[in-house]
Structures are given as C-alpha cells and as structure tokens.
C-alpha cells in the first residue's frame, strides 16, 4: 500500500528566508509524487509534481522539489518565503505504471506561517 | 476554463436530513473523485469514477454515504439520513485520463447540527 508522511503539522518561517516542507513517502514501485496547496477557504490547487528524470522539479510560484529515492523524500522548497505562501501544503504519491491504482494518497498538510 | 464546479459552498443542515452535493467536473476530464476534509482524519478519498462509472468507493464510511454521476458533467454525492459526524469540507476533483494531476473544486462545507 501507498503512503505519504508530513512530519510537521506546522513550519515558521521569516519572510525573506528559505523554506522547506518536508514529504517521506512508501510505494512498492517507482513513485509519482506531487504537491499542492490549500489557501483558507479554497481547494487545493496543484504545485509540482515528479514523475520521471530531474530530480529537481520547478514548480508554480517560485516552489521547487527534490526527488531522493534513497532516502524516499520529496521535499518542498522555496528560497525565499513571502507573507502570500502562507498556506497548507500537502504531499501526495502513487504508483507509477502498472501498479493497477490511479488512487492519489495525500499526506495530512503542513500549515506554513511565514512571518512578516 | 471555468474550472471544478461545486455547489452549494456551504450547507448547514440537522442531523437525520438529506443532503445533496453538486460537481461539474472540469469539461474533457473522464476521472471524477470525492474526497472529505476533517482536522482528525485529513484528506479522505471517498470515491472515484471513470466515464461516469464508479471505480473504487471503498472510501465511503458508509450505506448513508452514495454518489452518482449520471452523464461526464455532472456528479452529486448524497448522505442520508446525515449526522454531525459528517461535518467537514467535501471536495470534488477531476483530471484527464492519461495525465497526472488532479484539479480540484472549492469544497462544500458542510455542517451537521
């Protein structure tokens, strides 16, 4: 079965800082691994997502995440935070092709808070 | 592109009534998926269905819990009789077979007193 772990329930960051949102995920192949956001009030909307190549992934406003099949990581990052990311962020993963589940598993949401 | 589609925003209703949630997939998409938001529980996919028919609905928590989707625009997701532990935000998404990404609508936030 496929699984997606959120450490954090919540990150703090100052605004102008680097941020990073951390995702572990367990698949039995080769995973495909996204992020989205949720801002108050509103549907989650996609961010980023890996499927295949780079392990750097760049995304929608500024985001960018690094696949580790190692350390089965796919961590959300930002060099520099601003007040508007504030937001929850969900890491979500399935098996690639040929795992029979097009099912997408989301982690819990890390709520990010970035100080002005 | 108008986007997912979901109606009403916000329900309040009294526990042991019927409630109806709407969805307009985004048009072209064949998956249509339900999912229910809680603080305890997280993100939960209820069901999901391709052209219109129901794949997986071993999400539903119970017989209360149906969902129907008669033609590719239209999908509802009913609960009867409902209880105030259905209170949560509902989302529908859809996405285009032979892609990835999911979009999703606004939510339905329902609140069963």
């Known amino acids: 079965a496929q699984s997606v772990a959120q450490p954090e329930d919540q990150v703090n960051v100052a605004e102008g800082n680097p941020l990073t949102v951390k995702c572990t995920y367990s698949?039995?192949?080769?995973?495909?691994l996204f992020w989205y956001v949720q801002y108050p009030n509103r549907g989650l909307q996609f961010l980023l997502k890996y499927i295949t190549g780079d392990n750097l992934v760049k995304g929608s406003y500024g985001f960018e995440a690094e696949f580790n099949k190692s350390q089965t990581s796919f961590h959300l990052k930002k060099p520099s935070a601003l007040v508007s990311d504030s937001a929850l962020y969900f890491c979500?993963?399935?098996?690639?092709?040929?795992?029979?589940?097009?099912?997408?598993?989301f982690g819990k949401g890390t709520k990010l808070s970035v100080i002005p | 592109d108008a986007g997912v589609i979901q109606s009403p925003r916000h329900e309040v209703t009294e526990m042991g009534q019927e409630v109806t949630l709407r969805c307009k997939p985004i048009s072209g998409h064949d998956y249509l998926f339900w999912y229910r938001q809680t603080m305890m529980r997280g993100l939960e996919l209820l069901i999901y269905?391709?052209?219109?028919?129901?794949?997986?609905d071993s999400g539903m928590p119970e017989d209360r819990f149906s969902a129907k989707m008669p033609n590719a625009s239209f999908s509802t997701l009913k609960i009867q009789p409902s209880e105030p532990r259905d209170s949560a935000v509902y989302f529908c998404a859809s996405r285009r077979g032979g892609t990835d990404t999911q979009y999703f609508g606004p939510g339905t936030r329902l609140t069963v007193l």
């Open positions: 269905f391709n052209n219109n028919v129901p794949i997986d």
């Open positions: 979500a993963v399935r098996d690639g092709p040929g795992a029979g589940s097009y099912q997408l598993t």
């Open positions: 698949v039995s192949g080769n995973p495909y």
